[in-house]
């Protein structure tokens, strides 16, 4: 009972953004870094379709004679050249839906960050970030599915904390994480990677961190 009223408090204390009060470290997330991949994310995600929707609108409404002539082209070509055009006209327009998909969410992530950042820096409360107190480890962000339902540990369900990393696919740079494992009332095991890149502490002084706090 008494670790679920601790939960409660904290739980509280992210939706009043009141962390800045409790007892405990408390590290801010980092909105700098998705900051300054935005660009690359919007002009590799999200403007393609918008691109795309742009340049047909623009053809149909300068030049409406153009797709009426391209349409009357196409129906003397041979059935396998249109299917070839189609087939490849639908991937375009997939791809484009797919890319804009991804990029969308963390375009509005990113600039969700920004008004929170913002509104820290004026006010100097406290309703993201990452959290360690005596008993409790918690972390609310903007990365889904943590910026509705914030992770609240205790120090009893922790068993370990291991650092991962991996390569970027993008950037061919590796890339660092920590994963915590849980151990349930029930017995069993879950592992829960954290975001890598969530908050202002890079994830090996993360790790230290954790290591740090579970000794004590």
């Known amino acids: 009972m008494a670790q679920d009223n601790g939960k409660t408090a904290i739980a509280a204390a992210f939706w009043q953004r009141q962390l800045q009060t409790l007892d405990g470290e408390l590290i801010p997330c980092d909105y700098i870094t998705p900051l300054l991949a935005a660009p690359i994310i919007f002009i590799g995600y999200v403007l393609p379709l918008p691109a795309l929707m742009l340049s047909?609108?623009?053809?149909?409404?300068?030049?409406?004679?153009?797709?009426?002539?391209?349409?009357?082209?196409?129906?003397g070509m041979h059935w396998r050249t249109n299917l070839l055009g189609a087939v490849l006209a639908l991937f375009a327009v997939g791809l484009s839906l797919w890319l804009f998909r991804e990029g969308w969410p963390q375009m509005l992530r990113v600039w969700r960050g920004c008004r929170e950042w913002r509104r820290e820096r004026k006010t100097g409360e406290y309703g993201y970030g990452l959290l360690l107190t005596p008993q409790y480890f918690a972390l609310r962000c903007f990365e889904p599915p943590y910026e509705e339902a914030p992770l609240i540990l205790s120090r009893d369900e922790i068993a370990a904390v291991y650092l991962g990393s991996e390569r970027s696919e993008a950037s061919k740079q590796r890339v660092y994480y920590n994963v915590v494992q849980v151990v349930r009332s029930d017995g069993a095991q879950e592992n829960i990677r954290l975001p890598s890149v969530v908050v202002d502490c890079t994830a090996q002084k993360l790790h230290a961190k954790f290591l740090a706090w579970l000794e004590r």
């Open 56 to 75: 047909f609108g623009q053809a149909i409404i300068r030049n409406p004679a153009s797709v009426v002539n391209f349409y009357r082209r196409a129906q």
